[in-house]
């Protein structure tokens, strides 16, 4: 399968290609229902994000510079599909409410779906042609991002949403597109030099996260259009010499990248996210409100609180969360308070005028800290984990550790859940959304409903 290298060995982005070519419209049922799923969660995460100010700048310079075209962009006006990707993926990863594939630190929802609606609109594909395509999509995405070694890779600073993303959204829009596997490598080898975003938000703000994910979508139509009009990319864009798992990753394992393909699938490992956090410190939150609900816990009762988490968590999660939404999201001692004072499953939760909190504020100058632990190191990133420990004024100490937190492929969401949190993100309109998202095998010409395209902009 695929070229060979000039060692005799078979070049994994051609074999990855060559797959990925040959299951479009041969998806397995029970992965296009997965799919399905992803939509309809996805859909809620961008309604919810789109009336946010980040996303409105960013919405606003799709319309500025797009162009003309009849790809919508939630939220109101429709431009060319690239530019409708990057508003919507955007939009998708706007409150850190968006689908992971925990392995390899990603969001795959936001870049594929988004790029996914925009070209099938324009190119009036139909819903099963979508859904085969978001199954590629997420299956390239993540594939690259365990390939590239995603702890030291995300430690040495690199975003993998956006890095990897463009691998993502580059297969799904050539299987929209009909390429061949000739030109799928093509698009990836483009792809791979599209690839950008880094963790410097982590380290001094802003909110340059909030674009990455409409970043790689937007690329990744542009890789994907490129190699159909005939432009080259390298033969081995993600594993050769100088390709984006060896540029980008200290500790790669290329054979990641095709081991297992047919068997294994990135779909079947999705995390639903159930608070608006980093769920890196997802552990974190779930323990804290185990402990909370299990000995009704008060702020007046706490001395203090230590937390063991992964070495990348102890890292970059470690701030202070009131300097912003961004710092509050990706705070694992704020989000430990707020699970004891507030509820981390209403997005509400994180909104500026609540960051800073006075009982936020003084229960997290409690958390004394949070130290890297081998016990989920040698885990991560394939199974989250991280313990809480309660001090109490009393002196008695409580502690309690999640590994494979709620909304993982290992202890995942029920239908109720799912269907609970997209309610909360879009109130009355969850019926008429999940009708359309059900409806999708059976559309002949994909059109996003109304109810998405008409937010207030």
């Given at each position: 399968m695929g070229?060979?290298?000039?060692?005799?060995?078979?070049?994994?982005?051609?074999?990855?290609?060559?797959?990925?070519?040959?299951?479009?419209?041969?998806?397995?049922?029970?992965?296009?229902?997965?799919?399905?799923?992803?939509?309809?969660?996805?859909?809620?995460?961008?309604?919810y994000g789109a009336?946010?100010?980040?996303?409105?700048?960013?919405?606003?310079?799709?319309?500025?510079?797009?162009?003309?075209?009849s790809s919508p962009i939630v939220g109101g006006g429709r431009t060319t599909a690239p530019m409708a990707a990057f508003a919507n993926g955007a939009a998708a990863h706007a409150f850190e409410l968006d689908d992971v594939h925990e392995?390899?630190?990603?969001?795959?929802?936001?870049?594929?779906?988004?790029?996914?609606?925009?070209?099938?609109?324009?190119?009036?594909?139909?819903?099963?042609?979508?859904?085969?395509?978001?199954?590629?999509g997420y299956e390239a995405m993540g594939r690259a991002g365990i390939a590239v070694g995603p702890a030291a890779h995300m430690l040495a600073g690199f975003h993998p949403t956006s890095m990897c993303g463009v691998f993502g959204s580059a297969a799904a829009a050539a299987r929209l597109l009909g390429l061949?596997?000739?030109?799928?490598?093509?698009?990836?080898?483009?792809?791979?030099?599209?690839?950008?975003?880094t963790m410097e938000f982590a380290s001094s703000g802003g909110q340059t996260k909030r674009l990455h994910a409409g970043r790689a979508a937007e690329g990744g139509v542009m890789a994907a259009r490129l190699a159909a009009a005939g432009f080259e990319g390298p033969e081995d864009g993600l594993t050769g010499a100088y390709g984006f798992c060896r540029v980008f990753g200290d500790e790669p394992s290329v054979e990641l990248l095709t081991d297992g393909l047919g068997r294994r699938w990135m779909l079947d490992e999705i995390t639903v996210k159930p608070w608006a956090a980093c769920s890196d410190i997802h552990p974190l939150i779930q323990a804290t409100l185990e402990l909370r609900d299990a000995h009704r816990l008060r702020p007046d009762m706490i001395q203090r609180i230590e937390a063991t988490a992964s070495t990348k968590a102890a890292v970059h999660n470690s701030g202070d969360g009131m300097a912003s939404v961004m710092a509050a999201q990706y705070s694992g001692p704020w989000n430990i308070a707020a699970a004891l004072v507030a509820d981390p499953a209403d997005p509400a939760t994180y909104s500026a005028d609540r960051i800073a909190d006075a009982a936020l504020v003084e229960l997290q100058s409690r958390v004394v800290g949070i130290a890297a632990d081998a016990?989920?190191?040698?885990?991560?990133?394939?199974?989250?984990?991280?313990?809480?420990?309660?001090?109490?004024?009393?002196?008695?100490?409580?502690?309690?550790?999640?590994?494979?937190?709620?909304?993982?492929?290992?202890?995942?969401?029920?239908?109720?859940?799912?269907?609970?949190?997209?309610?909360?993100?879009?109130?009355?309109?969850?019926?008429?959304?999940?009708?359309?998202?059900?409806?999708?095998?059976?559309v002949p010409r994909l059109a996003l409903p109304s109810v998405v395209c008409e937010i207030p902009p």
């Open positions: 070229l060979m290298a000039a060692d005799g060995a078979t070049n994994p982005t051609a074999a990855l290609a060559e797959f990925l070519a040959e299951v479009g419209g041969s998806v397995p049922e029970r992965l296009t229902d997965i799919a399905q799923n992803c939509v309809a969660d996805t859909l809620g995460c961008m309604i009336v946010l100010p980040w996303t409105r700048t960013a919405a606003a310079y799709a319309r500025q510079t797009g162009g003309s075209g392995e390899s630190i990603s969001h795959p929802g936001a870049v594929v779906i988004p790029a996914v609606l925009a070209l099938a609109e324009e190119l009036g594909a139909g819903g099963s042609d979508a859904l085969d395509a978001i199954v590629v061949d596997a000739g030109r799928l490598r093509h698009a990836l080898g483009i792809a791979a030099t599209l690839a950008s975003g016990r989920w190191d040698a885990t991560y990133a394939h199974k989250m984990g991280g313990s809480v420990r309660i001090t109490l004024r009393d002196g008695s100490v409580l502690e309690r550790s999640v590994c494979g937190q709620k909304g993982s492929m290992h202890d995942p969401l029920s239908a109720d859940d799912i269907e609970a949190k997209l309610a909360m993100l879009v109130g009355s309109h969850e019926a008429a959304l999940w009708d359309w998202v059900r409806a999708l095998p059976s």
